[in-house]
């Protein structure tokens, strides 16, 4: 069998030190591969180049479609981007997976029985860093969901729990708040859900969710989240299992894959042979997992985990009374390299299987192409710029000058709200209000659709009337359903 490239960084701080401990206990354990290593990080940053990664850099990704990746140090202040990012987004690495797994009694945890994946959405919600400065009270992020989106991150957590032999899958989401973007995912969810009737399927509101994994995650098995819900939660995951310098990731893409640890640089660390290697080692069990080499990532977990059960740790999981010895960055990996071939006597040993490689022709699509649905624009939101000095009460003012300067031409003002509350009409005194409105108009007849040229008229009524609007929203239905949500007391 010939060897497999991959591309293989070494990043900032301690990244080196844990690189070269994990690529030596695969070398030893037999992995066939051939590395091609690239610069990135805090050089690439410092020599003016704000992605943190060079061209060429990029060519070897798309040449080897597999990513060994070291933590890399991103420079405080300037105009630096996130490298991890900019390479999720960019090579389309729509799934981060982080198995969360404890290992008691040798690594102290609260959580003696854990072993969750969290399956996290990589590409978008309010990751895709558009915000904007609207007034002088209000910045806004745009989350943004899409139905691809969730399709893919949904069907890989099912697809994942089916190969992996998981039982269950949850789904966290906040869809009593967020009706249309978390109500999408929930939406998703349930269609995609159904396909897969020998996996249990289960969702939870995410405040709750996320109570109820940090305190009983043994009854939690694969969890699947949107982009921020999941950044969050799979840092408190992987804590909580004992250590965020465990866990491993991959970033999986329909083309190419990135696997790494999931703490930073550790720069305090750095240069000193003491940092755990084993979040990016086991970020590389995943990957030899990913790349057709299963018996190299049994063989390699199976004898980190029994060096982990011979108490031979590093300084940051050492515990006086349960360890044994602590050891360096170097000798940790020479001790996993020596027990190549043992087993785990009291944690449970891991086993993987080839995963086979399904003909192009049976490959279930990822996501559905969607045929556009019959979409009619029923009204717009105006976003306004606007204070009179008062926190209280100000809407009442508003809305009657709105009307006056605004309705007309087929249209009318129907409602007014301050950051999702209505205050216009019959709004209440107490609704703390600032600068920052955003006033409904629909067609002055119910049920009736507009124009774009009346929107444009209506933007140029509000404009004349001195009013300073930010932006606006359609309002549209799709098929008859309405695209758009109701004001808190509309
Ligand atoms: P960090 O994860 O580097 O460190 C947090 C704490 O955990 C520190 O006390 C550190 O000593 C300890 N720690 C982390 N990994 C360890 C290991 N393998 N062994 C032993 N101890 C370990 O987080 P930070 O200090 O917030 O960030 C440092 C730098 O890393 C920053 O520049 C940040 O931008 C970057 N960062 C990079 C990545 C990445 O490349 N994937 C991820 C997170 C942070």
């Known amino acids: 069998m010939s060897n497999v490239p991959i591309t293989v960084a070494h990043g900032d701080g301690i990244g080196p030190e844990i690189m070269d401990a994990t690529l030596h206990i695969l070398k030893e354990a037999g992995a066939r591969i051939d590395i091609e290593t690239i610069d990135i990080g805090e050089k690439v940053y410092l020599s003016g180049n704000s992605a943190g990664i060079a061209p060429e850099s990029w060519e070897s990704l798309r040449r080897t479609k597999v990513f060994l990746k070291a933590p890399i140090t991103t420079p405080q202040g300037g105009g630096y981007k996130s490298l991890n990012v900019t ?79 998981r039982k269950k899958v949850t789904a966290f989401m906040k869809d009593n708040i967020m009706k249309q973007t978390d109500g999408l995912f929930h939406k998703v969810f349930d269609e995609i859900s159904a396909e897969y009737p020998g996996i249990e399927a289960d969702h ?126 170097k000798e940790f990996a020479e001790a996993v390299a020596d027990r190549l071939g043992q087993k785990p006597e009291t944690l449970k040993a891991v086993e993987y299987k080839q995963v086979e490689e399904v003909a192009e022709a049976d490959k279930k699509p990822i996501y559905s192409v969607l045929n556009p649905a019959k979409k009619e624009l029923v009204g717009v939101d105006v976003f306004l710029h606007w204070w009179n000095g008062n926190y209280y009460g100000a809407g ?56 774009h040229q009346q929107v444009i008229d209506l933007l140029s009524r509000v404009n004349q009337g001195g009013f300073d609007f930010i932006k606006m ?5 799709f098929d008859g359903e309405p695209g758009f949500s109701l004001g808190q007391g509309q």
């Open 396 to 451: 009442a003012d508003l809305g009657p000058k709105l009307e006056a300067a605004a309705n007309g031409d087929g249209l009318k003002l129907v409602m007014i709200s301050n950051r999702g509350t209505k205050v216009y009409p019959k709004g209440f005194e107490d609704t703390f209000c600032v600068d920052h409105w955003r006033c409904r108009f629909m067609a002055d007849e119910e049920g009736k659709s507009i124009s």
């Open 204 to 329: 939870w509101i995410v405040d709750i969710g996320a109570a109820k994994m940090a305190d009983t995650p043994e009854n939690f098995d694969v969890i699947v989240m949107e982009n921020l819900y999941g950044d969050i939660l799979s840092d408190v995951a992987a804590q909580i299992a004992g250590s965020v310098g465990l866990a491993g990731s991959a970033n999986i893409g329909e083309q190419i894959s990135m696997f790494e640890a999931i703490h930073g640089s550790a720069p305090r660390r750095a240069g000193q042979n003491l940092a755990n290697p084993s979040g990016l080692f086991l970020g590389s069990v995943m990957m030899m997992v990913h790349i057709g080499q299963p018996d190299v990532a049994e063989a390699a977990h199976n004898a980190w985990l029994r060096t982990i059960e011979d108490g031979i740790h590093t300084y940051d999981i050492f515990k006086e009374g349960v360890s044994k010895e602590k050891v360096g960055t």
């Open 87 to 165: 390479v999720r987004k960019t090579l389309g690495l729509y799934a981060n997976v982080r198995p969360c797994v404890s290992y008691h009694p040798f690594i102290r945890t609260k959580h003696p029985v854990m072993d969750v994946v969290i399956v996290r959405e990589n590409e978008e919600d309010t990751y895709a860093g558009i915000e904007h400065r609207q007034t002088d009270m209000v910045e806004q992020c745009l989350k943004l969901i899409s139905r691809p989106g969730c399709e893919k991150i949904v069907r890989y957590a099912f697809e994942y729990a089916v190969t992996n032999n």
């Open 473 to 477: 929203e359609h309002l549209c239905t």
